[in-house]
């Protein structure tokens, strides 16, 4: 692995509450090179916020603290909004869970990547055959609350992938897809990594995914990194938590198809 | 309970025409649960919001619970059927607590005893109590989930729609939500469709299966 993109160092995102301080990160600390990283954990675990924290989209009366936040050199905690701007969206793409909140709802798939990318209508089109939308045509004309849940998911991926990002950061991103159109969906992303040195962060709830998807996996409970280890190692894993996790896969396993 | 013949659904006229849904029939018995599946787009979640009432696109015979079904539904439908939507975001208003959310539903049907049902419904997805003072933008995406789960399960309808009530949780608190549901299908003689892309999940909760495909 070359020199990582990003760097994070004792990260800390905390957000003020009635009951107290809510510590949604804490501590955390990550590298992400030209490589798949997967981020797994129990629901709440801070994956969406540690994502958030790195574009700097922690919405106020959040916290973000960071003994170093970098990526390529940038100090991200002290970047001007400039600076950010053009980071977010054309340097660190980021897929977001709710995939149709983050679309826009008045404005049609197509004119949202044209007026996003200055892509014209041929290579819109396109992306979304990538992603294996049946009907690009009439998807492009589509509002947001016309196309299916797992169709919103592809739409916002395949938007996030035309600016060429050196950094991807996907938050559940296969969640509402079947198996088979899960699996195209992974081969761009893998492509993009293997083919353009695109680093991806992939957030999934699913280990026995991101065991086989991913070539490294961090572990998350209650804000904090419990275990970083090599995808191909995940199963001699030594933390209780991730026993606990590998544990779960077989009876999903034997329960399936 | 649930029948459905040669229902048919469709968006916009015309040349652009989606026909979402081309007559299916499906007879869901009482206690049974049922298991939608199929390709992403092919109209399961057009096909429980027809159910649901909430789309006047269609064509064909819905009867629930007896009663052949209107356009409109009235008030009364919703203590019978729930539904939890494929979106939690879109379904869980942006600007009330969480308390207010699960309360609504309450106040509305005139259930009283709100407070221990709020606590009880809460309790039941997995969630404390200190979560009542939250805002839908304050929840991470499995919570959401819950919260929208928690909704549905606070009337205690005979029916409950599923649209991919798991698929932002991870094992473990997925198998406490299936957990629940068959719980309640055996304690409240509950019937429930379930739509999922998971097919575990749909062998291990369904008695029986549909599968949808795309039809344009
Ligand atoms: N604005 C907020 N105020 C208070 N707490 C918050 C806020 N936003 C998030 N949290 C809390 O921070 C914790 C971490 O949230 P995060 O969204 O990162 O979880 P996650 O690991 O992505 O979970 P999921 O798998 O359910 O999406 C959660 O317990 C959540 O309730
Ligand atoms: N309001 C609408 N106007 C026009 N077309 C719509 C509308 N709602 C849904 N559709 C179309 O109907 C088809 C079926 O959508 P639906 O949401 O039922 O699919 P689904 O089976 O639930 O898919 P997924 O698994 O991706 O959630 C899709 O092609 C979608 O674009
Ligand atoms: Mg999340
Ligand atoms: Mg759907």
């Known amino acids: 692995m070359a020199s990582p993109r990003l760097t994070i160092r004792n990260l800390s995102v905390e957000f003020p509450t009635r009951v107290g301080l809510m510590q949604a990160v804490r501590g955390l600390d990550l590298t992400v090179g030209r490589e798949k990283v997967g981020i797994v954990g129990e629901s709440g675990s801070g994956k969406s916020m540690t994502a958030r924290a790195i574009l700097r989209l922690i919405p106020p009366p959040g916290r973000v603290t960071a003994d170093e936040l970098s990526f390529d050199g940038i100090d991200i905690l002290r970047a001007s909004q400039r600076q950010m701007r053009s980071i977010r969206g054309q340097r660190i793409s980021m897929v977001m869970q709710d995939p149709k909140f983050s679309l826009n709802p008045v404005l049609t798939v197509g004119r949202q990547i044209a007026e996003a990318y200055q892509v014209h209508h041929e290579r819109a089109l396109t992306m979304l055959e990538a992603v294996r939308i049946r009907d690009p045509e009439r998807v492009y004309a589509a509002y947001p609350h016309e196309v299916s849940g797992g169709m919103g998911q592809r739409i916002m991926i395949a938007m996030m992938l035309v600016p060429e990002p050196d950094l991807l950061i996907a938050d559940e991103p296969t969640s509402a897809l079947d198996v088979t159109v899960q699996l195209q969906v992974l081969a761009i992303l893998d492509d993009l990594v293997t083919q353009r040195g695109m680093g991806l962060i992939f957030i999934s709830h699913d280990l026995g995914l991101v065991a086989s998807f991913c070539d490294r996996v961090v572990i998350m409970y209650g804000g904090q990194v419990m275990e970083v280890c090599d995808a191909g190692d995940l199963r001699s894993a030594k933390h209780p938590y991730t026993r606990g996790l590998l544990q779960c896969l077989p009876d999903i396993d034997r329960g399936g198809v | ?216």
């Open chain 2, 1 to 216: 309970m649930i029948r459905i013949e040669d229902l048919s659904i469709s968006f916009g006229t015309g040349r652009n025409a989606v026909h979402a849904v081309r007559g299916i029939s499906a007879n869901i018995a009482a206690n049974e649960s049922f298991g939608l599946v199929g390709e992403s787009g092919s109209g399961k979640s057009t096909v429980l919001r027809a159910l649901c009432g909430l789309n006047a696109n269609w064509t064909g015979r819905i009867v629930i619970a007896g009663q052949p079904q209107a356009r409109r539904r009235q008030r009364s439908f919703y203590k019978l059927v729930q539904m939890v939507f494929q979106d939690p975001y879109a379904s869980l208003h942006p600007r009330r607590t969480i308390n207010n959310i699960l309360a609504e539903p309450v106040a509305i049907h005139k259930l009283g005893d709100a407070d221990r049902r709020i606590e009880q419904a809460l309790s039941e997805v997995g969630l404390d109590s200190h979560f009542r003072f939250r805002y839908p933008h304050q929840l991470s995406g499995g919570q959401r989930q819950r919260v929208a789960i928690a909704r549905a399960l606070i009337l205690e309808p005979k029916i409950l729609l599923l649209d991919e009530p798991t698929s932002a949780l991870d094992v473990s608190i997925q198998a406490e939500i299936l957990n629940l549901l068959r719980r309640l299908k055996m304690q409240r003689d509950l019937t429930y469709i379930l739509v999922s892309h998971d097919l575990a999940v749909v062998s291990n909760m369904c008695d029986r299966l549909a599968v949808m495909k795309s039809t344009s």
